[in-house]
């Protein structure tokens, strides 16, 4: 029995979010990137069809998000995601693109119509766009200025609610566009 025990708590740890017991200090831990970094090479296909690429992103705020549909964590962020979204959805100067980690198209089609989301998002069968931002732990935020530098970087240790994301957000628009 303590067996059976030891096995399903180990199954269970190896799929939880953070992937790791170890107690997170830090937004950028596990980060492959940091603040003043610039966003790596990438490119994803949203679900309608528009391409982001760290190049497309330059020249806007930009906020990336790193999630799973089947995380808590993430259940929970989302919505606060979706909300400062919203504030800015207008705004051609701020960008947003949620990027599942290791989840098909389907599945996230179906909670982001359930949960009645706006985010533009990229489903990744794989961890390949991920692993250019982190090691682990999901979610995870990333926010670039308009010159491509990561200034703000959130993971599932602190995540931040919307007013935080709306305030980071803003600290990198011009002021005349607030």
Known sequence: ???L????????ALIS????????????????IHTGSSIPVFSVT?????VYTDQSLRGTVSVIVFFNTECNDCRKELPQINTAY??????KLVRF????RAQDADDVAVYWTKQGFDIPYSAQSDRSVYSMFATQGIPRIYIADTSGKIRFVSSDT???DAATLVDAIKQYLPYYLL
């Open 97 to 100: 693109i949620a990027i599942s």
């Open 17 to 32: 979010c953070s992937e790791s017991d170890v107690t997170h200090t830090s937004g950028e831990d596990y980060s492959v």
């Open 5 to 12: 025990l030891f096995i399903i708590m180990s199954f269970i």
């Open 86 to 91: 919203k504030e800015f959805r207008y705004n």
């Open 1 to 3: 029995m303590k067996k």
């Open 158 to 160: 602190d995540m931040p």
């Open 46 to 50: 949203a679900s309608d069809g528009t």
